[in-house]
């Protein structure tokens, strides 16, 4: 059962440069339990989606259309109180940056307690058990001792643990979680997305995590959507987007990515940077920085399609946003896609350096790509 | 890489200690700490190369990177640029030496003026070390700009027109500008977007092999270091851990912190069924780092004393038991949290069989572990935290597990050409010591 369901929603900023859509045409589901991620690059519109669907955004900005319903009640037309009420209690939020999501003023346990005492109905000597409890549960050492620290006594890592505790401290259903680890160090950074991913199977909660980071993506979710100035240009499950990506701009990421144990000696990149969202190219926006477009991508702007059949797909099959699969292009995309886990020793055979327009991700076969759900238990 | 040739630059014994915290009472009292950012760093950069220096934040990387170029004074210790000592050098002779020695620094954002043009900011280095004026420096402004990828049009525009990876390449290009030998890259590519991050290092290994730049490249981005250096040195609290040449260091690693390091990065990959090694706690102050190797209160690996015969995480746990004790001053503190909501009694009114059941519970100890002496001293310490005699359990466990990384700090051991690694796995005096990865 789904417990989000976004269809078509768009987001303009009224600026004085103009009317800036960040996003367009959004729709996706988020099934009950699933973890569900949103990749992109700064720009595509990954934030300003998290915030849409707590209502969350401010002037210039407005929600054009669409509808965003969590289990089932559209929240874009509810009342300010009902959706305050949902807010922190039944979807929460971790934000890239602990610090400011932290009150400075009040100590971190004081700060969780509030909330659930306000959501939950708790007296204080409950409330704050709960909080110890949960501050135990993703893995800060003398939870009773730091219940009564300031936030900044914590590290940043302390920190954003505590954020996760508050998060989940009335057992919300669905967590949206904004690059919760990108301002963190590795060792740190593992240790948290381990502990959220145990956690979120805990407290059966369903995250939607939104991450520049493919290997984040890859080690967490079940489902992708990848986002490219504001629109969705691929959906896929995570094994079918990282073995079998179809959109040229997922294809282009991957192989960007420097990777350990890795032996070519240039990466591949994208040409360009991300459109400025004032003036997003015609068509598809993708096509300035794309290594197979043709003078359609130029004016005809492409649908999400399956990309099996070219037939427009529904808000939870696999699809992908390019003319190739609609038959518009003279061309094919022509890429090789081959992933390589890091232990596998790297075949001699050096590739010859695929071009631009070879577009490939260079790495070595993984006889087991195929396989499912290893990653998450 | 590390042959015959004379080094670039040589570093040795490079400290940089900053004062902490303490107002002025505290320094008429003699209170003033030191935070130890950079503690007796030794380096060499050859020609040509590209040495990547790694690490977590904290660990002092920046620090080391700007005490290189004299941008912040080192305590102690020297730099050494084709043998001329730049930490002895006056201001003049350092400024001439700068010519040679650029920096990258890691904001884009912010290390270029606003009110400047970026014409302008490229060409500040020409005019402050009087390489070019009039037409000849606007036509090496445009040059610059084109060799980064940028166009002469460019050149009249201000720097918040620009997207961050085109911050980054005026960066480069501004440090291109008095053609130096060596440029000392902070985090060049953390601040930016994946496939402007590959733009961006293509770049850098380009303008390498076009104009026989040696590159410090500082990241905390392992694979950016692995892509890009030809060395790599792993720093850890202000010390290197190892270092050496990139496949002898990552192919495998040897170091427990360098496994660790590793071991974390989150792979693109879904199917990929690495072991993450977990390390036990943070990375602890600078202001007071751990005696012996400061990797040993988190160090998988730890040494066991001679004749103890528990496993590897008994004897981890029962060292994070005792960095615990050190500062407890309530049961709480080395005690887990109770499971259910009923009957939470306070440790201090559990029985002393509850109290051993929580202690153990809260580092994951079997009852009884299993080495028969540990487990006597373990259960006496239990015995004095039941009785609430901290002094006494800290004694009893002090006295018997001492790891002898917390007697002996590491030197750097020689393991093959070039490749040192800080540690005692290394040393052949520990026989017993758990198995070393990267076994050669």
Request: charged share 30%; proline share 6%.
């Amino acid at each position: 059962m789904a417990v989000l369901e976004v269809d078509d929603l768009t987001v303009n900023f009224y600026t004085e440069e103009g009317v800036v859509t960040a996003v367009e045409d959004l729709s996706f589901r988020i099934d009950r339990g699933e973890k569900f991620g949103v990749v992109g690059e700064s720009g595509a519109g990954k934030s300003v989606t998290a915030l849409s669907l707590l209502r969350l955004i401010e002037r210039p900005g407005r929600i054009e259309s669409g509808e965003v319903r969590f289990k089932g009640e559209d929240l874009l037309s509810m009342s300010e109180s009902a959706v305050r009420d949902i807010r922190g209690s039944e979807i929460a939020m971790i934000f890239q940056d602990a610090q400011t999501a932290l009150n400075p003023v009040y100590t971190v346990g004081e700060q969780i307690a509030e909330a659930i005492r306000h959501h939950l109905d708790y007296d204080d000597a409950a409330a704050r058990e709960r909080t110890v409890r949960l501050l135990d549960d993703v893995g800060i050492p003398e939870p009773e001792a730091r219940y009564d620290d300031y936030p900044h006594e914590f590290s940043g890592g302390m920190q954003q643990r505590a954020v996760i505790a508050m998060a989940l401290s009335c057992d919300p259903d669905l967590l949206i979680a904004d690059e919760p680890t990108t301002a963190l160090d590795v060792t740190i950074e593992a240790k948290i997305l381990d502990r959220l991913d145990r956690l979120a199977a805990e407290y059966d909660t369903a995250i939607q995590l939104i991450t520049h980071d493919l290997g984040v993506i890859a080690e967490v979710c079940d489902r992708v959507l990848v986002m490219y100035a504001g629109r969705a240009v691929e959906r896929a499950s995570v094994e079918e987007l990282y073995y079998d990506p179809k959109h040229p701009y997922t294809v282009g990421l991957m192989s960007a990515i420097p990777r350990i144990g890795d032996r070519q000696d240039r990466l591949q990149t994208i040409p360009g940077t991300m459109p400025d969202l004032v003036e997003v190219p015609p068509g598809c926006s993708f096509h300035p920085r794309c290594p197979f477009a043709e003078e359609a991508c130029t004016r005809t702007r492409p649908q999400l399609v399956d990309p099996a059949t070219g037939e427009r797909a529904g808000p939870d099959e696999r699809s992908a946003a390019c003319l190739a699969y609609t038959g518009d292009l003279d061309g094919e995309l022509d890429y090789e896609v081959e992933v390589r886990g890091r232990d596998v020793d790297p075949v001699g055979e050096e590739s010859e350096p695929p071009e631009p327009d070879g577009g490939g991700i260079e790495r070595g076969a993984d006889p087991d790509a195929d396989s499912e759900g290893e990653s998450n238990e | 890489m590390s042959d015959a040739r004379e080094p670039l630059l040589e570093v040795e014994g490079l400290t940089k200690y900053y004062e902490s915290g303490g107002g002025i009472v505290d320094t008429l009292l003699g209170r003033s700490r030191e935070v130890k950012a950079v503690d007796g760093v030794d380096l060499e950069l050859y020609p040509g190369e590209t040495l990547g220096i790694v690490g977590e934040s904290g660990c002092g990387k920046t620090t080391l990177a700007q005490a290189l170029l004299r941008l912040i004074e080192p305590t102690a210790g020297t730099v050494r640029y084709r043998g001329e000592d730049l930490t002895a050098a006056s201001d003049d002779r350092l400024r001439a030496l700068r010519k040679d020695i650029q920096y990258i620094f890691q904001d884009p954002f912010s290390s270029l003026n606003p009110r400047l043009t970026v014409g302008d900011i490229v060409g500040e280095p020409l005019d402050i070390h009087g390489i070019a004026s009039g037409e000849a420096r606007t036509r090496r402004i445009y040059d610059l700009l084109e060799t980064v990828g940028l166009s002469q049009r460019h050149a009249h525009r201000y720097p918040h027109e620009f997207s961050g990876g085109q911050r980054q390449r005026i960066g480069i290009a501004r440090a291109l500008a008095v053609d130096p030998e060596v440029i000392v890259c902070d985090e060049p590519v953390s601040a930016l977007d994946v496939s402007v991050q590959a733009q961006i290092l293509n770049l850098l290994e380009d303008l390498q092999d076009e104009f026989g730049l040696s590159y410090v490249v500082i990241a905390h981005d392992l694979s950016v270091v692995e892509h890009i250096a030809d060395r790599v040195g792993v720093l850890y609290l202000g010390e290197f851990a190892e270092m050496g040449a990139t496949g002898d260091v990552f192919g495998p690693p040897h170091h427990p912190y360098a496994e660790a390091l590793l071991s974390a990065i989150p792979e693109p990959d879904p199917g990929w069924e690495g072991d993450r090694i977990f390390l036990s706690g943070e990375v602890p102050s600078p202001l007071d780092p751990p005696q012996g190797c400061r990797f040993h209160t988190r160090c998988p690996k730890v040494i066991q004393p001679e004749g103890s015969s528990l496993s590897q995480s008994e004897w981890r746990s029962l060292l994070d038991l005792k960095q615990r004790l050190r500062d407890a001053e309530a049961l709480e503190s080395v005690t887990a949290v109770a499971e259910s909501d009923d009957g939470a009694a306070e440790p201090t009114a559990l029985s002393r069989a509850e109290l051993g059941e929580r202690v153990r519970a809260e580092f994951d100890l079997p009852s009884p572990v299993s080495d028969g002496e540990a487990e006597r001293v373990l259960s006496e310490a239990v015995d004095r935290l039941h009785d609430e005699d901290f002094d006494a359990a800290r004694a009893t466990i002090d006295d018997a597990f001492e790891s002898p990384c917390e007697r002996t700090d590491p030197p750097l051991y020689e393991v093959g050409d070039g490749h040192r690694i800080a540690c005692l796995l290394y040393d052949e005096g520990y026989p017993d010591a758990p198995e070393r990865t990267g076994q050669r």
